[in-house]
């Protein structure tokens, strides 16, 4: 299920704004499930700059280890440090106990560049498409040896 008041990235980090200036982030639940069991999340601290477009941590799953990208610019003003101990909160609930940094918005207009949830949803369609396009040219190679 994709959330209706939350913003998206093409990398599948997504954004909750809030009233006082700041967003929640953390990553969708296309992303979690293509990662499979997640076991590691490394995040900044509290603080610290974050840009938009720049990598401002990793998660590392069974399957794979990623970069997590940032969708705005501003200073990191809470990180959901329970991730440490149960990393697992990414995969069972992406958008509330899975959260991963709060952020204090620099430029609000840095989010008109992010997808609602209707452009996401098509988003992960295509990209679904395109995967099983992938997988069907693998098996034709496969077929070929």
């Not at 329970?82 to 069972?92: K, S, Y």
């Not at 209707?118 to 990209?127: G, P, T, V």
């Amino acid at each position: 299920m994709i959330p209706d008041n939350h913003l998206f990235t093409e990398e599948h980090e997504w954004l909750s704004l809030h009233d006082d200036g700041t967003a929640t982030i953390g990553v969708s639940d296309f992303a979690q499930e293509q990662l499979g069991e997640v076991v590691f999340v490394e995040l900044p601290e509290v603080g610290e700059k974050v840009v938009a477009g720049d990598e401002f941590g990793s998660i590392e799953s069974v399957k794979a280890s990623t970069e997590l990208y940032c969708p705005i610019s501003g200073e990191v003003v809470e990180v959901n440090s329970t991730l440490a101990e149960n990393p697992e909160f990414v995969n069972e609930s992406p958008y509330d106990d899975g959260w991963m940094i709060k952020v204090k918005l620099e430029d609000l207009s840095e989010t008109h560049g992010l997808m609602d949830s209707e452009a996401y949803a098509f988003h992960i369609k295509r990209s679904d498409n395109e995967m099983d396009e992938l997988d069907d040219l693998d098996d034709e190679e496969s077929e070929e040896d």
